[in-house]
């Protein structure tokens, strides 16, 4: 699902994209880009395929197998652990946090990045945390040998 929604988004128009970028979350749903996408990725019309679409279109994305799980690009960007936990305290509003923060990321990997926006909740806000913790402890015991 994940890849038909990329390639739909480099079928589409400049000026759907473009429409696209400038929708919150909340407007997203009201788009006809978004119904474009979705005639062309097939995908069903819910609420985890608008998260989906909405990180996807803020983010570089890997565009082969090599790319980054959302945790790592965060480290590799910058992102501070204060930030990770804001994000995973956030509720509602995290999806919005999420992207802010994404649009520091490059080469992300589409999976990583479409199951975390997928299963967005509670549980997915604590793997995040928790596998970002595991790359920041696996960066310093590298750096320490």
Avoid at 52 to 69: A, P, V
Wanted: glycine share 4%; with cysteine.
């Amino acid at each position: 699902m994940y890849k038909s929604i990329l390639k739909a988004l480099s079928v589409i128009s400049k000026a759907d994209k473009a429409e696209l970028k400038r929708c919150s979350l909340k407007t997203l749903a009201n788009s006809p880009a978004y119904f474009r996408v979705l005639a062309y990725s097939k995908a069903t019309d819910s609420k985890q395929t608008q998260r989906i679409l909405f990180l996807f279109l803020h983010t570089k994305m890997s565009d082969n197998d090599t790319g980054k799980t959302v945790a790592e690009a965060l480290l590799t960007a910058g992102v501070k652990e204060s930030q990770i936990i804001q994000l995973t305290r956030s509720g509602d509003n995290g999806v919005d946090y999420l992207k802010r923060q994404l649009v520091r990321c490059s080469d992300v990997d589409p999976e990583s990045l479409g199951q975390l926006a997928q299963y967005w909740g509670d549980n997915a806000r604590r793997q995040l945390l928790k596998a970002f913790i595991l790359a920041n402890t696996a960066k310093f015991e590298t750096e320490k040998d």
